[in-house]
């Protein structure tokens, strides 16, 4: 068995995703998940079976496919365009065709030619769609759209040119009964059409933003690198590297490959993949991970993973995995078009049949059909979901977090425990002296301002720690002299004369354990040990409340992070966390967050590094800090915009009141039309009012949206 991904172009509601997933898992050898969000397909292959076999199958049922990672075609304008057209024609439609007032001589003339464009142009995808669905024996959402705007227009047009309601100086009559030839349902199409199109432009977005999580993972990697032949250095593209090549990594450079170190001596920046503000010692055997930057020395590389082997690329494909799941959103879209839309058409053609048989009346028995499909358009079903992410989303700014879409909303009511990264998460992410350790005959200024000297000339993270400190204890700092880095160790140089060196105790030659949870930098002069400065992140001054609100949430906090042990402990005690996971890598915090789902658990992921995306992915609610890397923020579900943790436990709170609005919106939306089909099918409606039925359920779903914009006030 083999497993493959492809993206999957054409989709366009989640029924079609399921349609492709029966007939996928149909065929003997192919076991499918088609996910409609990120538009792709995952599969696992008997041996006898390829893509290609896959990709037949897809196309067979309507839609295309490539595997992953093809060029995608640039998103269209055009949706867009179509939503902006609809929009600006179906509002003065609906004024003229309901309010009598403004009912001037031949306005049903001007109605029918603003119409004809959004039903035509407009909503042509739906017709589309719905067309291809036919072809294949199948109904969707799209199927109900297109019958219910087509008979609208259909029969308006019909009411128009033959049933008296072309006529100069007619006016709309509001009637709850009878047939009613004359009126006119432009209305309908038209503001069908329009409110959909929003509907899908939102989703489209949704899922855009979605689909640039691995695009931006693409993009972090090395493009070039320079690799040492018989004949000299070339340069070459790192698709063509191969494993036992060996590379040249200037000062600056992203390594192309992972590898070891085969000559040379650096320190290696690699918070890429582990997160940690700490860059890595680099030295001859040492391991080192492809996209992670080289710092100051010149370094050899032997290549032992290259392509799709590196750490990097397998951290893309766990995104990708981590992203194919189905939510409960998409199962619930599945499930309601399963049923409705067939239940919807087979009502409407008994309520045609039913009124010929009983009464005769083809007039009544047309307009109690086109009532039904009108009534049943699932207009207020297509805004449910959007117009409450919409107005969530916008107070969510407003806020300092943005909040992607509805995808885990469904599971943000009942996560009971949050997995956080400390680097950048907990910590802001910047070293800081936190302690030191000086002989007795020692002034801790004096200790500032020897190694201050040293470090003055440098962006290290540990040297403007150290520069700070100074700065912030008043202690002035002349830039020393003579300053010389030694790959690994320390700096050494001249202050008035006299030797100092700062860099690792076992450099110095402090043997002496010290009871370190930070890094630990010694300081030497003119060959006397001063002393020690202990350094490590600044724990963020609402992480401890942060972490207090979300057990107030009955949700459990742990800390999971790529740091040592004494460090994690240390930031742990600090905000009141007692389970503790040191020395992750990003497979370990996707294997945390798997195996507390595998438990039961709802799990949110808090986070802001490359090394936390595919576990802030795979959670159920993913957060990432708005000061961390694009893939992070692109793989969360919450992004904290300010980067403020305590937007987390807001965002979780906003994210609940969104999903309690949605449900709300779909429960209206069933309601409406549980209970009006059958008055539609009866007669009791006529297209008229079932239009503005229609239009008022709409109404209600929007307002009862917009009580968003209340939250947190």
């Known amino acids: 068995m083999s497993q493959v991904d492809l993206d999957v172009q054409g989709m366009t509601c989640a029924s079609c995703a399921s349609r492709i997933e029966r007939k996928l898992n149909k065929v003997d050898g192919i076991s499918a998940e088609v996910n409609y969000a990120t538009e792709s397909a995952t599969l696992t292959l008997a041996d006898s079976l390829t893509a290609e076999d896959a990709i037949s199958v897809i196309e067979s049922t309507g839609y295309s496919a490539a595997p992953a990672g093809s060029d995608r075609p640039p998103r269209s304008r055009l949706p867009f365009i179509r939503l902006i057209v609809a929009a600006s024609l179906a509002v003065p439609v609906m004024v003229l065709s309901m309010v009598p007032t403004l009912q001037f001589?031949?306005?049903?003339?001007?109605?029918?030619?603003?119409?004809?464009?959004?039903?035509?142009?407009?909503?042509?995808?739906?017709?589309?769609?719905?067309?291809?669905?036919?072809?294949?024996?199948?109904?969707?959402?799209?199927?109900?759209?297109?019958?219910?705007?087509?008979?609208?227009?259909?029969?308006?047009?019909?009411?128009?040119?033959?049933?008296?309601?072309?006529?100069?100086?007619?006016?709309?009559?509001?009637?709850?009964f009878g047939s009613g030839h004359h009126e006119l349902y432009f209305e309908v199409a038209a503001a069908v059409t329009a409110f959909l199109l929003l509907g899908r432009w939102i989703e489209s977005r949704a899922k855009d933003s979605q689909l640039d999580a691995l695009d931006a993972l693409a993009r972090l990697g090395a493009k070039e690198a320079t690799r040492l032949t018989a004949g000299g250095d070339e340069r070459v593209p790192v698709e063509l590297l191969e494993v036992d090549d060996v590379i040249r990594v200037v000062p600056g450079e992203k390594i192309a490959a992972d590898g070891v170190v085969a000559s040379g001596a650096s320190t290696i920046d690699a918070s890429l993949v582990t997160g940690e503000s700490m860059p890595l010692e680099a030295v001859v055997g040492s391991e080192v991970i492809g996209g992670t930057i080289n710092g100051d020395g010149m370094l050899t590389v032997r290549a032992t993973r290259v392509g799709s082997d590196t750490e990097l690329a397998q951290i893309a494909g766990m995104l990708r995995t981590a992203q194919s799941g189905k939510t409960g959103a998409q199962r619930l879209a599945d499930r309601i078009s399963s049923f409705f839309v067939p239940a919807v058409l087979v009502i409407s053609l008994l309520t045609l049949i039913g009124w010929v048989l009983f009464t005769g009346d083809w007039g009544s028995?047309?307009?109690?059909?086109?009532?039904?499909?009108?009534?049943?358009?699932?207009?207020?079903?297509?805004?449910?979901?959007?117009?409450?992410?919409?107005?969530?989303?916008?107070?969510?700014?407003?806020?300092?977090?943005?909040?992607?879409?509805?995808?885990?909303?469904?599971?943000?009511?009942?996560?009971?425990?949050?997995?956080?990264?400390?680097?950048?998460?907990?910590?802001?992410?910047?070293?800081?002296?936190?302690s030191w350790f000086v002989e007795d005959y020692v002034d801790r200024r004096d200790v500032l301002r020897i190694a201050g000297a040293l470090e003055s000339g440098s962006e290290h993270p540990i040297s403007r720690a150290i520069l700070d400190a100074a700065e912030q204890a008043g202690v002035p700092v002349v830039a020393g002299d003579d300053v010389k880095n030694v790959s690994g160790k320390g700096?050494?140089?001249?202050?008035?004369?006299?030797?100092?060196?700062?860099?690792?105790?076992?450099?110095?030659?402090?043997?002496?354990?010290?009871?370190?949870?930070?890094?630990?930098?010694?300081?030497?002069?003119?060959?006397?040990?001063?002393?020690?400065?202990?350094?490590?992140?600044?724990v963020r001054p609402e992480s401890k409340q942060t972490v207090e609100?979300?057990?107030?949430?009955?949700?459990?906090?742990?800390?999971?992070?790529?740091?040592?042990?004494?460090?994690?402990?240390?930031?742990?005690?600090?905000?009141?966390?007692?389970?503790v996971h040191a020395g992750a890598l990003p497979g370990d915090k996707l294997e945390h967050v798997r195996q507390l789902q595998a438990q039961g658990r709802r799990v949110a992921m808090i986070g802001d590094g490359v090394n936390d995306a595919a576990a802030l992915a795979a959670s159920d609610?993913?957060?990432?800090?708005?000061?961390?890397?694009?893939?992070?923020?692109?793989?969360?579900?919450?992004?904290?915009?300010?980067?403020?943790?305590?937007?987390?436990?807001?965002?979780?709170?906003?994210?609940?009141?969104?999903?309690?609005?949605?449900?709300?919106?779909?429960?209206?939306?069933?309601?409406?039309?549980?209970?009006?089909?059958?008055?539609?099918?009866?007669?009791?409606?006529?297209?008229?009012?079932?239009?503005?039925?229609?239009a008022l359920s709409s109404v209600m779903v929007v307002v009862n949206s917009l009580r968003l914009n209340r939250f947190g006030r």
Request: with cysteine; glycine share 12%.
């Open 491 to 538: 700096l050494t140089g001249m202050l008035d004369g006299h030797t100092v060196r700062v860099g690792k105790p076992d450099w110095i030659g402090v043997t002496d354990g010290l009871a370190a949870t930070g890094t630990l930098v010694a300081v030497e002069y003119d060959g006397a040990y001063l002393g020690t400065l202990m350094l490590d992140d600044q």
């Open 105 to 176: 001589p031949a306005w049903q003339w001007i109605v029918f030619a603003m119409t004809l464009p959004v039903v035509a142009w407009c909503a042509f995808p739906f017709h589309k769609a719905a067309f291809v669905s036919a072809r294949h024996g199948a109904t969707t959402m799209d199927t109900l759209i297109s019958l219910g705007t087509l008979s609208a227009m259909l029969w308006s047009t019909w009411a128009l040119l033959f049933g008296g309601a072309g006529e100069i100086g007619m006016k709309m009559q509001m009637s709850l």
């Open 365 to 434: 028995a047309l307009s109690a059909a086109v009532a039904t499909l009108i009534i049943a358009c699932p207009c207020a079903l297509g805004l449910a979901t959007p117009t409450a992410i919409l107005v969530g989303t916008t107070r969510g700014s407003e806020l300092g977090l943005l909040l992607r879409d509805a995808t885990v909303l469904e599971t943000a009511r009942r996560v009971d425990v949050a997995i956080l990264d400390k680097t950048g998460t907990l910590t802001a992410g910047r070293m800081r002296v936190v």
């Open 549 to 579: 609100r979300l057990r107030g949430l009955g949700i459990e906090p742990i800390m999971i992070t790529g740091d040592h042990a004494g460090a994690a402990d240390r930031i742990a005690q600090a905000v009141g966390i007692t389970e």
């Open 621 to 694: 609610l993913g957060i990432a800090m708005g000061s961390g890397t694009d893939v992070a923020r692109a793989s969360a579900s919450i992004t904290l915009v300010s980067g403020g943790l305590e937007q987390a436990t807001t965002g979780i709170e906003l994210a609940r009141a969104t999903l309690r609005v949605i449900r709300q919106n779909l429960f209206w939306a069933f309601a409406y039309n549980t209970l009006a089909i059958p008055l539609a099918a009866f007669g009791l409606l006529s297209p008229l009012i079932a239009g503005l039925a229609m």
